[in-house]
């Protein structure tokens, strides 16, 4: 059986480098030693969906993960949404309404991304730059990794 994540959804917010915030979510097990090994699990969605769409997988991978007797060590895991996708798309409501010249094809959610773990921004609290960080994407996701 999983055991339970902790999570904790942060608002990231670039400006004035790029214009759009996005919701970040965090799941980790704070009870788990942390190791140099570990890795750091970035998922990012496919067009139309959010980044609540990975939780079912996150709890299948947690399954398998507790199954390969330490083989496998994931420190944490990040689910990031496109700036016009889900949460984030409430929090740019305003300038998704008055900005007509961004299109949001790949390279933004990936810039989105990039901004995000090159920590340019404000509202995440983590440096990334000595995490071990394996990206995982569906569709547009995949494509923005």
Known sequence: MSTAYTTRTYIFDPRPAYPFRSAVKRFWKPDLPESTDSLTLVFAHGTSFHKEQWEPAINDLDILVQKSGGKVKIRELWTIDA????????????ELKIRNDVT???QQYALCILLVLSGKGTGVDVDFRKHKIVGIGHSMGAASL
């Open 83 to 94: 700036p016009n996708h889900g949460d984030a798309a409430i929090l740019n409501e305003q």
């Open 104 to 106: 949001f094809d790949w």
